[in-house]
């Protein structure tokens, strides 16, 4: 049995918590998978990447109602594929031996390992390891839905046809189709860069509208915009999958009973990710679970057991967040290495204004109070939208689609909620962001600075001028 | 003579003053030249639709180091001319109709007119006008410069080889090739725009940096890119210009007297704007001018006589404006507007965080202070930058040239200045004039907020957390 003073597990935004504020004490960090977690091996990082060579295709294939006659003669998978882990994977393996070979306080422990007991840990190994102190930040995995012919196991393996987002950028040629099985976040990014790229796409999704979280008037004009693009099948329940020599051919029933048989080269699943606290075996510590699997933590990112808020372990980022988003995850982890540093004065998480962004096409962001949810919380609001189309920056874009859609208090007159469809959806929030962040109200914010003319932000500040508001 | 309420010379931000609430009073309304001014007809408006052709053109042609292999088999310039002007044409004239034709208390006056008296307008038909109160927005005019050769009436004359930002937007045909005249903001859109649709491109400038008015960082940093696109000629005095059946010639002299030769197909004159108080004789009205030209005026937009605010006459835009700035002359229309409606309670202009932007390429926007002015204003301030490349949108851009400048006090921790280089420079500027507008310190803005993962905003949000502020 070893003991260490700090027991991470996890490197995704856990990594960025032990810094030379904790030299003086022991560390053991433990880590399964890629050093740097999801969002760098797997998650934003690399889809961005892929995400804006798809733009550059895209925006090429669209230009002759620019007046400009450009096309695409082919697309180089393998280049693009080599430039983004090129870049990435030294990324991973420098943060490993960083951590692994660099810091004479810290032992890396490469392997799973599980809670045997309220404040210990077994590795895969058979170490057993104590700690004064744990943070979790074990992340999430990716779901693989229970469906008749799918083989869990086959998933992302070499030579597969069936992939998750683990695997499928590394794909070793682009596919000629695709049928991604997915309504959500994950799925419309997939969709853009693949579709983009020049394979054939269809989408086939559970329920309806794509992007149902999203504010009604978003997910309702993506779906609309994604019909234009990709052969989308919504409110299918998919009941089996079959993988030939081939492709893979999966059967869905519509809420009519009937059933369609949909063929392509390469099936995505993307059905979304489930916190893995369950691995962890949390449970074995105490530690409180969700129902949805997430670890339970208070404000100040301290786990609970029975209730109680436990001082010396506390978790981050999916593993019990309610937002699988990166940003948050980061924000957590300061906050956790403030409570590590100064227990004394527990900083909490701020959780007010989360946005998000799906960097699919066309691009969405948003943050704050779906129009429903103000709707079902009662709110007394006032609603505005602007199109793309209506502002200067607009008309150059030629847009015909994109929107913004705000949400204020009808009395305190301040933002609950903002909601962006169209090109660079995720630069022209942040003042949005920004605005209910720090209290600011729409009207002031509107009025009470300039707006570039003829830049994209103006409108954001027509929408705000829109709000019907007094004052 | 014609006396009327009020009179309104020019109809740029000037158009936007009378609405509803002056029904009751008689208007006139002089326009000598387009409806709606330069942004709308040869400025803002048609540049930037410009603009995005261009940036889809150079998308397609940079595309090959994305993995995407496209080709611009050519641009269709005529298809691009009449998209911009064929949507821009008709609101001036819709905007022209409406004024003329649909409301009872206005007369219009297409024509020229000078003042004759200090409240007498003379038009150019000799009508004689008077009235209570006047609002000067006349706007600003092409500087012609004085070079031996250069004949001012062939400017933008028809089938001519030398043009202004007023004629070359409308060229019959691209041409082959460009001198551009001129080292500001004009010089670098048109030529962005020209040399991206596929025009070869000289640029003879007077001084160094191009955009020297920009922070030093930037403009030497834009120099570098412009020099990578065009032919570049910095301190350069023009002495000749001859035009030819087949093209235009130029003669430059440098610094070390050694004389050039340049020649293309066209020129194009882009020596900046004056303000066309001059033309209007407002001395004859007895109104102060500025050593270059712009009517003086207060806080409250009033135009000085003698050093003493007129209440009867006010200016607004680029005729009085240190700011060649379509937001700056809406939001000086707004106030002049307000203080028609309400002279007892005089609403002031604000003119502490003005915004602007140059969409060449890169892009450019900035606020505030440059460092030049923060040093020679004696302030304490500290200083970030931050590069594109080292955030994660700016690996998808596979950026080499973008940064951030941020500029802060060091005392109150409030930014200063911000200068952006590279792609929508002018979309993530906005939460910096907010945060300058509304007072939020540079650390505030930096931690109390969420910034999407992984946004371009990131770059932003890395440039505030290196500033070196206590706290």
Redesign the interface.
């Known amino acids: 049995m070893t003991h260490y003073d700090l027991i991470v597990i996890g490197t995704g935004s856990g990594n960025s918590i032990v810094d030379d504020r904790f030299d003086d004490l022991s560390v053991a960090i433990i880590e399964q998978g890629l050093f740097g977690g999801t969002?760098l091996n797997t998650g934003?990082?690399p889809t961005?990447?892929f995400?804006?060579?798809a733009e550059?295709?895209r925006?090429?294939?669209?230009?002759s109602r620019?007046?400009?006659?450009?096309?695409?003669?082919?697309?180089?998978?393998p280049?693009?594929r080599e430039?983004v882990f090129g870049?990435i994977d030294p990324i991973e393996s420098d943060g490993r031996s960083y951590r692994s070979e660099r810091l004479p306080n810290v032992t890396v422990y490469p392997e799973h390992a599980e809670f045997t007991g309220r404040r210990e840990l077994t590795t895969a190994g058979g170490r057993v390891l104590t700690a004064d102190r744990f943070v979790i930040a074990a992340g999430s995995r990716v779901i693989v839905p229970d469906i008749d012919g799918l083989d869990a196991a086959a998933v992302g393996a070499p030579g597969s046809r069936i992939h998750s987002s683990d695997t499928v950028m590394r794909l070793a040629e682009l596919p000629g189709s695709m049928i991604v099985l997915g309504g959500g976040y994950i799925a419309a990014e997939m969709a853009h860069v693949f579709s983009a790229?020049g394979t054939s796409m269809t989408v086939v999704a559970r329920s309806a509208p794509l992007l149902r979280h999203q504010d009604a008037a978003i997910a309702e004009r993506f779906t609309e915009c994604a019909r234009e693009s990709w052969d989308v099948h919504l409110n299918a329940q998919v009941t089996a999958v079959r993988t030939g020599s081939d492709g893979v051919e999966v059967d869905y029933r519509s809420a009519d009973g009937a059933v369609t048989t949909l063929a392509a080269d390469t099936l995505l699943l993307a059905s979304g990710r489930r916190p893995s606290g369950d691995l962890l075996r949390a449970d074995n510590a105490g530690i409180d679970m969700h129902a949805d699997g997430r670890i339970a933590v208070d404000e100040f990112q301290r786990v609970l057991s029975g209730g109680t808020a436990q001082d010396d372990v506390f978790a981050l980022g999916d593993v019990c967040s309610p937002y699988q988003?990166?940003?948050?995850a980061?924000?957590e982890a300061r906050v956790v290495q403030a409570n590590l540093i100064d227990p004394d004065h527990l900083t909490a998480s701020?959780h007010r204004?989360?946005?998000?962004?799906v960097f699919t096409h066309p691009q969405i962001?948003s943050?704050g109070l779906t129009e429903q949810e103000a709707h079902d919380d009662g709110r007394s609001y006032v609603v505005a939208t602007h199109d793309y189309g209506a502002v200067?920056?607009g008309?150059?874009?030629?847009d015909t689609t994109g929107f913004v859609k705000l949400l204020a208090d009808r009395d305190s007159g301040q933002l609950i909620g903002a909601h962006i469809l169209g090109p660079?959806a995720?630069?022209?929030?942040?003042?949005l962001?920004?605005?209910m962040?720090?209290g600011?109200d729409a009207k002031?914010?509107a009025h009470?600075?300039?707006?570039?003319?003829?830049?994209?932000?103006e409108v954001?500040e027509n929408a705000l001028l829109k709000l019907d508001l007094p004052g």
């Open positions: 969002c934003c990082i961005k990447m995400v804006y060579a550059v295709a925006t090429a294939r669209d230009s620019y007046g400009v006659d450009a096309h695409v003669d082919g697309v180089r998978w280049d693009i430039r870049r790229l988003l990166k940003h948050v980061n924000h701020d204004y989360v946005p998000s962004a962001a943050v200067a920056y008309w150059a874009l030629e660079e995720s630069m022209i929030i942040q003042p962001i920004q605005a962040s720090f600011l002031a914010m009470g600075q300039y707006w570039i003319h003829p830049a994209l932000p954001i």
